[in-house]
């Protein structure tokens, strides 16, 4: 099955700053790659997600890249605030299944 | 409701209790997901409903775990004879699609179960 590892297991930056956040997978036919943001006490929520024949989509302060040669794929956040500050989850998931493998997540702290 | 809700938030059971926990998807969703959620780990798959239908449910860990959907909105997670090893907490998700890989899953707060 899907094993997706995601790096680093806490982040911790200053406001302003730009954070990356980067994960690899292993299942070549993973064609879906959603990242989540997770607030304490709150559900995962998608912030940005990209498909395989894309290999970069920007929403405004947020930036996700897709190597798929090498499997991995990263999370770029620009110009970081403090309400950034939360748990984030990368995804993979193959065509026809509806199963996500998730991350084991990264703790985000932006300090003021 | 605008989201996914979920009941109890949290759950306090002592080891052998049943426990039934609550999801309550957006309204129209077709699909419907639960998810075990370990202490600094991602959510874990355990079970996919479309509409009534239990399509999917090579997740659940045990046979002390049962879902239900009976009339395709409402779904209840049931653990019989909780174990230690179930403290977790437990996610619903639900999706407007019949279970794309690319539909958007949103999901609920939660369900934090402790078992003493």
């Known amino acids: 099955g899907e094993n997706v590892e995601q790096h680093p297991s806490t982040l911790s930056v200053q406001e302003g700053d730009s954070a990356v956040i980067k994960c690899t997978y292993s299942d070549s036919a993973s064609n879906y790659f959603p990242w989540y943001k997770q607030e304490l006490g709150k559900g995962p929520q998608l912030i940005i997600d990209i498909r395989s024949n894309v290999g970069e989509k920007k929403d405004q302060r947020i930036a996700v890249t897709l190597n798929k040669t090498a499997k991995h794929f990263s999370l770029h956040i620009t110009e970081t605030q403090p309400e950034d500050s939360a748990v984030y989850f990368c995804a993979a998931s193959r065509g026809g299944s509806y199963i996500p493998t998730f991350g084991r997540g990264t703790s985000l702290i932006v300090h003021p | 409701g605008a989201g996914v809700s979920q009941s109890p938030r949290y759950k306090v059971a002592k080891r052998g209790q049943d426990v039934a926990l609550r999801c309550d998807p957006i309204?129209?969703?077709?699909?419907l997901f639960w998810y075990q959620q370990a202490l600094g780990q991602g959510p874990e798959f355990l079970t996919y409903?479309?509409?009534?239908?239990?399509?999917?449910k090579s997740g659940l860990p045990s046979d002390r775990f049962f879902a239900e959907r009976p009339e395709g909105s409402v779904s209840t997670l049931k653990i019989q004879r909780t174990q230690q090893e179930d403290s977790a907490v437990y996610l619903c998700a639900s999706s407007q699609g019949s279970g794309a890989s690319t539909d958007t899953q949103y999901f609920g707060p939660g369900t934090r179960l402790t078992v003493l």
């Open positions: 309204s129209g969703h077709v699909s």
């Open positions: 409903f479309q509409n009534e239908a239990q399509l999917d």
